[in-house]
């Protein structure tokens, strides 16, 4: 293989990447030495304490923010300015509260000038997938924490980007919820193809969810450990949870980050 085709394999790729923080106060270095490598169609959970750069890490790969050393790809070439091409969701939904669920997914297509026939069809197929049909019209505060969040998935999926960063997108949600919504972004994600970046504090959603966990130290932030999830593809919530792999690997994460900040 070329050099060049081995680089286009990776859909991301972190090389040697570190980020250090100028304040009036002091230097803060988020993250150091970090290299991974993301093939296309992955899901890669990463799990660290609070503050080891989880956030800092999502920002390089979209370009919000460039990297103090080190080189960021996306799709084989480097990110050099903000990516217009993927998707983000965050804790908060961030949903226009004066707009339907409808509207606010097409809001992507809005600032992205789409074709507003194709952007239509899109949604209504999204707005399936994601199982909101009978709530198009509804307003956000009409809608449950979970259902605000399919919304906001919608609107992230809609331009069908390549990546799709989810930073603690259901850090908000209660327990059962949070474990229907992994159970509904397994499956989303098996139906799109998308290579998706989960941030997350918990460790059974990372697990449950990827092929593989990135598990980071604490500030400055380096990577620890990079463990490969042994699940079948085909994952029913509660068989998977009682697999040995499962019980397995989470312990290993555990362990890890220590008592302390896996409750984190
Ligand atoms: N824009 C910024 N300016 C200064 N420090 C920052 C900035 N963004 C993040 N940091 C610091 O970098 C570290 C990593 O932040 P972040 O990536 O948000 O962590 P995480 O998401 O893992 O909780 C933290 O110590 C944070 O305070
Ligand atoms: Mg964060």
């Keep these: 293989m070329s050099m060049t085709a081995s680089r286009v394999a990776d859909l991301v790729s972190l090389a040697d990447v570190g980020v250090s923080f100028r304040t009036k106060r002091t230097d803060v270095t988020a993250l150091r030495d970090v290299s991974l490598s993301v093939r296309p169609g992955e899901f890669v959970s990463i799990v660290g304490p609070s503050g080891c750069g989880k956030s800092t890490l999502l920002k390089l790969v ?25 998707g983000y969701v965050f804790q908060r939904a961030a949903l226009l509260e004066w707009r339907s669920a409808r509207k606010n997914i097409l809001l992507q297509a809005e600032m992205r000038r789409l074709p507003a026939a194709e952007a239509r069809r899109r949604t209504d197929e999204l707005i399936e997938m994601t199982g909101l049909t009978g709530f ?7 809608l449950s924490g979970g259902m605000q969040q399919r919304v906001a998935l919608c609107r992230a999926l809609l331009h069908k980007p390549p990546v799709l960063l989810m930073d603690e997108p259901f850090g908000a949600l209660d327990a059962l919820t949070r474990e229907h919504m992994n159970v509904e972004l397994r499956r989303i994600w098996a139906e799109t193809g998308t290579t998706v ?20 130290t604490a500030r400055p ?38 008592a302390a900040s896996a409750s984190d």
């Excluded at 932030?221 to 699940?231: A, F, H, S, Y």
Aim: hydrophobic share 40%; aromatic share 4%.
């Design 197 to 216: 970046l989960l941030v997350t504090h918990s460790i059974a959603e990372a697990v449950y969810l990827a092929d593989r966990v990135v598990v980071m």
């Design 62 to 86: 979209s370009g919000l923010l460039r990297p103090s050393s080190g080189t960021v790809s996306l799709l084989g070439s480097p990110v050099e300015g903000p990516r217009r091409d993927i």
């Design 136 to 142: 198009e019209d509804a307003y956000p505060h009409e």
């Design 221 to 258: 932030g380096t990577i620890e450990e990079i463990i490969p999830v042994e699940l079948p593809a085909e994952r029913d919530y509660v068989r998977t949870v009682a697999e040995p792999e499962f019980a397995k690997v989470t312990a290993r994460i555990r362990n890890l980050l220590g």
